[in-house]
């Protein structure tokens, strides 16, 4: 199939590897998914409906039988014995036909098929790119959750002993029973953001189930953020240059240009060699048997037929459509490629900022806690100097996923995000090997076709 062509090569037979990397995340889910088998037929189909052509280059061959009560009354032609008589007629032949001249319909209907086989593999890179760029976002989200739970409980510890040397010091008067009250809310705040985590930790797991079809195993982990373009005009660049869905869009205006093609064979002459033999008994009045063999040449021409113009300016209008929605297309992936460079340069800047604060942070507590000690600092100051750290914690990690999540946005953007995860680029390199042009024989468009559906 050209879905495993495409991603299961990289995975070893027998049952998916539980994902833990994600790496391993995306390539289980591009060779499983349902949505993706989906793409695979599709592009499988068009693989066939090229091969299909090769048949149009062939003659057809046909049975043809009749039999019935026939009167004929031809006087001059039939003898009186034969004429004006019902006769059983009954025939049986084989007829071939071989198209020789249609106005270059066969040749536009390869072309043609080849762009939307084009397409359809286009589609479905694009398809892999979006669902990679789907399956990182889950993996990170579960990522994500994670940490934070783990900060999250980290954080309700250091409350909680708090919270028990704040009831030893009140036990022991020195300190009123008002600040132990202040802790044990405290502590209840944190529970209550546990809870919240989890919720949302259980959502992010059913969402990489869905996806990936096997629950994420504990804990997840994220690399690095990948290397990236220089600047952000050099990224759209390649973002347009690249972008599989852009590819897609050209791919349909070449079909659009092929099937304009198509209809201008309708109104050219129709040139075809017929062969045929048959037998039969009491034919066209006739007592006996009688055989038949012929050849010859026929024409076909259709001189007038109304809606001819309409039906080019539909034609035309069509691969206007198809134009204009690939420059739709290219401003849409210009905006979203320029977004997610925005948006990571953000994070970035946020991760930078957030990991100076939580520096600043932990110094700060570890301060306030030796002045609590010493009775120079009040328990309220230390409890907000925690909860400050903890968003702090809390605002890093976010940011370090956004940045790469973002990143990942980047590189779906430049059709280059299945690859960094390593996926084979053999759908890529027979996608570019397919695309037909008018120059190109015929059959050798069609040849292109085979190895699609034979991986």
């Known amino acids: 199939m050209f879905l495993i062509a495409l991603a299961v090569a990289l995975i070893s037979s027998g049952p998916p590897t539980l994902a833990h990397d994600i790496r391993d995340s995306v390539r289980t889910a591009l060779a499983s998914n349902p949505k993706m088998r989906a793409r695979d037929a599709a592009v499988r189909a068009a693989a066939f409906d090229l091969l299909e052509t090769r048949g149009s280059y062939m003659p057809t061959v046909s049975i043809f039988g009749t039999i019935g009560p026939e009167y004929v009354d031809d006087p001059g032609g039939l003898t009186p014995s034969d004429n004006a008589h019902t006769k059983n007629a009954r025939e049986i032949g084989i007829v071939a036909r071989l198209p020789v001249f249609d106005g270059l319909r066969r040749a536009n209907t390869v072309y043609a098929r080849a762009a939307r086989l084009d397409r359809e593999m286009f589609a479905f890179l694009d398809a892999s ?20 739970m783990r900060i999250a409980r980290d954080h309700l510890n250091r409350h909680l002993e708090i919270s028990r040397q704040v009831e030893e010091l009140v036990t022991g008067g020195r300190l009123p029973l008002s600040d132990q009250l202040q802790a044990e809310t405290r502590v209840e705040a944190v529970r209550i953001t546990i809870s919240d985590l989890e919720r949302d930790l259980d959502l992010a797991r059913a969402r990489y189930l869905e996806l990936v079809g096997i629950p994420p195993r504990a804990p997840l982990t994220t690399p690095a953020i990948p290397a990236l373009p220089r600047s952000r005009d050099a990224m759209i660049r390649t973002a347009v240059r690249n972008n599989f869905r852009i590819r897609s869009a050209q791919a349909n205006v070449d079909a659009r240009k092929f099937e304009r093609n198509i209809a201008e064979a309708d109104y050219l002459p129709q040139v075809s060699v017929n062969a045929g033999a ?3 008994r009491d034919l066209d009045g006739s007592s006996g048997d009688e055989s038949r063999v012929f050849v010859g040449v026929t024409l076909d021409w259709q001189i007038f037929s109304g809606g001819r113009t309409e039906r080019r300016l539909a034609l035309i209008e069509r691969q206007n ?3 204009y929605d690939r420059m739709a297309i290219i401003r849409e992936v210009e905006r979203l490629a320029g977004e997610a460079w925005s948006r990571h340069q953000s994070y970035q800047r946020v991760a930078d900022l957030a990991a100076r604060q939580v520096a600043t942070n932990r110094e700060l507590v570890d301060q306030y806690l030796v002045e609590f000690n010493a009775a120079t600092r009040s328990l309220l100051d230390v409890l907000i100097a925690e909860t400050e750290l903890f968003h702090a914690r809390l605002t890093q990690l976010n940011a370090r996923a956004g940045a790469l999540f973002s990143a990942y946005r980047i590189l779906a953007a430049e059709s280059r995000l299945a690859e960094h995860f390593g996926i084979d680029r053999t759908g890529e390199l027979l996608a570019l090997e397919v695309r037909a042009t008018e120059t190109q024989k015929p059959f050798s468009v069609i040849d292109k076709a085979r190895p699609v559906v034979d991986k």
């Open 129 to 148: 790119e979006t669902m990679s760029l789907t399956v990182a976002q889950a993996h990170i989200d579960v990522a994500r959750l994670e940490a934070l």
């Open 278 to 280: 048959s037998v039969g």
């Open 321 to 323: 459509e198809a134009l």
